[in-house]
């Protein structure tokens, strides 16, 4: 069983920087491939970043490369997403997500999932 606990988010005016964080509790948590997903309202949720379990791998969505930086330090069990130059279409919900297998892209393929922590950013 893993614990997923997000922090981090709030409200920004456009062309700042955040940084959320994930911490992770349980014997495995580090050995699980972790994910950054975010929902609009009105929208589907959609993976934003994603990390293997020893860091090697990461992968971004199109509409956050260059500008979002996702990171691991499993000494203390936390995931952070690191995002600069945000937009107001940056506006969401977002969740951190482990995976057991793989560093999946799909949301089906993570087996636990934070509460979410909003991100608002201001025109």
């Known amino acids: 069983q893993v614990q997923l606990v997000e922090s981090g988010g709030g409200l920004v005016q456009a062309g700042g920087s955040l940084r959320l964080s994930c911490a992770a509790s349980g014997r495995t948590a580090s050995s699980y491939a972790m994910g950054w997903f975010r929902q609009a309202p009105g929208k589907e949720r959609e993976l934003v970043a994603a990390?293997?379990?020893?860091?090697?791998?990461?992968y971004y969505a199109d509409s956050v490369k260059g500008r979002f930086t996702i990171s691991r330090d499993n000494a203390k069990n936390t995931v952070y997403l690191q995002m600069n130059s945000l937009k107001p279409e940056d506006t969401a919900v977002y969740y951190c997500?482990?995976?057991?297998?793989?560093?999946?892209?799909?949301?089906?393929?993570?087996?636990?999932w934070g509460q979410g922590t909003q991100v608002t950013v201001s025109s």
């Open positions: 990390i293997s379990w020893s860091g090697a791998y990461t």
């Open positions: 997500a482990a995976a057991r297998r793989g560093t999946p892209r799909r949301e089906r393929e993570y087996d636990y």
